[in-house]
């Protein structure tokens, strides 16, 4: 057995072993493609920073498939079959379709077929192009395995697909891969399975956003820390990205923004990689890269998705005004600060706000129910109690979702215990309310919360383990109560991340231990305040950590 192989250059780690996954898989009869379509292809996909599989050799007659083969479908993002016409003649190339059509319905693979010499028609067998190269397999595979191609290929030529007549191999090889990297930037979306009450806002900002529309746009979507902006967004992004020519999500603009390790120049040169598919293009200052974006952008229709912005500076560097973008581009932006959009509304042709909105009562309990039991609805037993504690939380999904996720698996007496206390709470307080769950840690989960409210958010968990093992906070215990309760998450790059409305949450419970003097509190995360403590000795004892800017760096001093 031959070992088919990928390109050496496209490999990648994943699963946390050697195994490769790759972006994209390319099916192709290699004496039909090999040494010129897909050849172009592969280049094109690359050149975007694409990781690819392609079979370098080739497998020789009598040979079989190699299991690897088939992992490397399942771990690949999108497959690319070629079919040109001799492809049908492989029974290689069959088992691989019909592994793609597999996943397409198991795993949601994506599958973006190319009819290179071909026209759908031959592929769905209804000429004699695929049809007589099946009858020939019968007699070596049998009618069974054949028949099982057959209503792969019928399958396939069913999803909309390139055709390679009447335009050039390079052009047509460029849309391709602009529309692979469209796919794998949305397909990178996470979105929660815990969505109620949505589909409204969705028809809201899509009409708002009127994408048929050649205008250039502006639509904010403000509201308060934790009622769902980002969340919606997100979805937004995710079904209209196919929309436009090239897509761009900034995550967090303003914790990034202010943050030590990723500056606002550091967005401008994401969102100038990511809209012009180069990483080699140098952005050295700010100033510069608002030039570049405003000649590189003018004549792309593009979505930019701006997440938590809270200053007009960052718009300022990123999307300016109407002029920087082409005709029909829209720009999405979340803010809990409506001012901020407000000084742009002579910028663009049409700048638009929507007004996220809590859940109504019947959503509350499905949305609280689905974190609290898993399920569309409480079980009858807990139906009195989940009405009352869901009608507290005021319809704000971030304290339906840290309350649910709190009570999940808990007796009756807790949730009696939850209810009392939720009923001496404001109810419109966000904070009142989140401070239950706060309420409910032990000691050292309570100073592991605090430190990340005040100083760790975007910093690196397995630094700050070493400290909190240091304070013998057991933070391996406390972390997985912490995310248990929804009060932090833990990011792809294991960086340590809290909603703003629970990082407020930790700095006014520190704020509380001494309004006046910053030194008789447990946490100073103002530089002013702490730099005034330190030359004038004004801490005390109580004081256990100090965030300090050296040379603009902002590090926390324990």
Not at 19 to 37: A, C, I, K, Q
Not at 376 to 400: D, E, R, V
Request: glycine share 6%; proline share 3%.
């Amino acid at each position: 057995m031959k070992r088919r192989s990928s390109s050496p250059e496209t490999r990648s780690t994943g699963h946390g072993s050697s195994r490769p996954e790759y972006d994209v898989f390319l099916s192709f009869r290699g004496p039909d493609t090999r040494f010129n379509f897909t050849d172009v292809l592969h280049y094109a996909l690359l050149d975007r920073g694409i990781s690819v599989f392609i079979d370098k050799q080739g497998i020789d007659v009598g040979e079989e498939i190699g299991p690897e083969i088939f992992q490397a479908i399942d771990d690949s993002k999108i497959c690319i079959p070629i079919f040109s016409r001799g492809y049908a003649s492989s029974s290689w190339c069959l088992r691989e379709l019909e592994k793609m059509m597999e996943c397409r319905k198991t795993k949601e693979l994506e599958v973006m077929p190319i009819f290179y010499d071909v026209q759908p028609s031959d592929v769905k067998l209804e000429t004699k192009v695929y049809r007589d190269a099946l009858t020939l397999h019968e007699k070596t595979h049998g009618v069974e395995i054949v028949q099982r191609w057959a209503e792969a290929l019928k399958e396939v030529a069913r999803i909309k697909g390139w055709d390679t007549k009447n335009i050039g191999h390079g052009e047509l090889t460029r849309l391709i891969a602009h529309k692979v990297l469209v796919k794998l930037k949305v397909s990178s979306v996470h979105l929660s399975d815990n969505l109620v009450g949505i589909d409204q806002a969705v028809d809201e900002v899509t009409d708002l956003l009127s994408v048929e529309s050649k205008d250039i746009r502006l639509v904010g979507i403000c509201g308060i820390g934790g009622i769902g902006k980002t969340t919606l967004a997100k979805l937004i992004y995710h079904e209209l990205s196919a929309n436009f020519e090239n897509c761009c999500l900034l995550s967090d603009v303003r914790q990034a923004s202010e943050s030590s390790s990723f500056s606002l120049l550091q967005l401008q040169r994401q969102l100038v990689h990511d809209i012009l598919g180069d990483k080699t293009i140098e952005v050295s200052s700010i100033d510069e890269g608002k030039n570049l974006i405003q000649r590189r952008f003018s004549r792309k229709k593009v979505l930019i998705f701006l997440d938590d912005v809270n200053h007009r500076s960052q718009l300022m560097a990123l999307a300016a005004k109407k002029e920087w973008f082409g005709l029909g581009s829209r720009i999405l932006v979340t803010t809990r600060d409506k001012s901020v959009l407000c000084e742009f509304e002579d910028q663009f042709e049409h700048c638009l706000i929507y007004e996220a909105k809590e859940l109504n009562n019947l959503e509350t309990l499905q949305l609280f129910s689905k974190h609290a039991f898993r399920s569309i609805s409480p079980p009858n037993a807990f139906l009195s109690l989940s009405k009352k504690i869901a009608a507290k939380t005021g319809g704000l999904p971030l304290a339906i979702e840290v309350i649910g996720s709190f009570l999940i698996g808990k007796k009756q007496a807790v949730w009696q215990s939850m209810l009392k206390k939720m009923e001496e709470c404001p109810h419109k307080d966000v904070k009142d309310k989140l401070m239950l769950s706060y309420e409910a840690l032990d000691h050292h989960q309570r100073q592991i919360f605090l430190d990340i409210a005040c100083f760790l958010v975007g910093e690196n968990k397995r630094d700050a383990d070493y400290m909190w093992n240091d304070c013998r906070y057991f933070p391996d215990e406390a972390i997985e109560v912490l995310l248990l309760m929804s009060l932090v998450k833990i990011t792809a790059e294991n960086q340590l991340w809290m909603h703003d409305q629970l990082k407020d949450l930790g700095r006014s419970i520190v704020y509380q231990e001494n309004y006046e003097d910053p030194g008789k509190r447990s946490r100073v995360w103002n530089h002013e305040e702490g730099l005034d403590m330190i030359k004038r000795k004004k801490g005390t004892e109580t004081v256990v950590a100090i965030c300090m800017n050296f040379a603009g760096l902002y590090q926390p001093l324990f």
